[in-house]
């Protein structure tokens, strides 16, 4: 059975920082992207940062320069740290996988996702 689990979420006033964590186990993954997304009270979920295979990196403007994601193939894991946090960046974080055969996805995973509040 396939589990994302996610850490690292909390409170922490504007202009702090937090760093989000997740691991993948309970198969091996071949061909993978690691996302995180998020949702805030009465919004959709929306995309937040990604990282493919080929380790290229993708952010929403929203936290462009603020938000750093960063992988390691080799455990799994996928982290985003988050700089300089607004209260509008409180939200649900999930964590999200992607595992794709020659960029064709085949297999999307979820985390439960982790609590971030910014207070002002």
């Known amino acids: 059975q396939v589990q994302l689990v996610e850490s690292g979420g909390g409170l922490v006033q504007a202009g702090g920082s937090l760093r989000l964590s997740c691991a993948a186990s309970?198969?091996?993954?071949?061909?993978?992207?690691m996302a995180w997304y998020r949702q805030a009270p009465g919004q959709g979920r929306e995309f937040v940062a990604n990282?493919?295979?080929?380790?290229?990196?993708y952010y929403a403007d929203s936290v462009k320069g603020r938000f750093t994601i960063s992988r390691d193939k080799a455990k799994n894991t996928v982290s985003l740290q988050m700089n300089n946090l607004k209260p509008v960046d409180t939200a649900i974080y999930y964590c999200?996988?992607?595992?794709?055969?020659?960029?064709?996805?085949?297999?999307?995973?979820w985390g439960q996702g982790t609590q971030v509040t910014v207070s002002p």
């Open positions: 999200n996988l992607q595992e794709r055969v020659a960029g064709t996805l085949v297999e999307q995973y």
């Open positions: 309970g198969r091996t993954f071949y061909t993978f992207d």
């Open positions: 990282v493919d295979w080929s380790d290229n990196k």
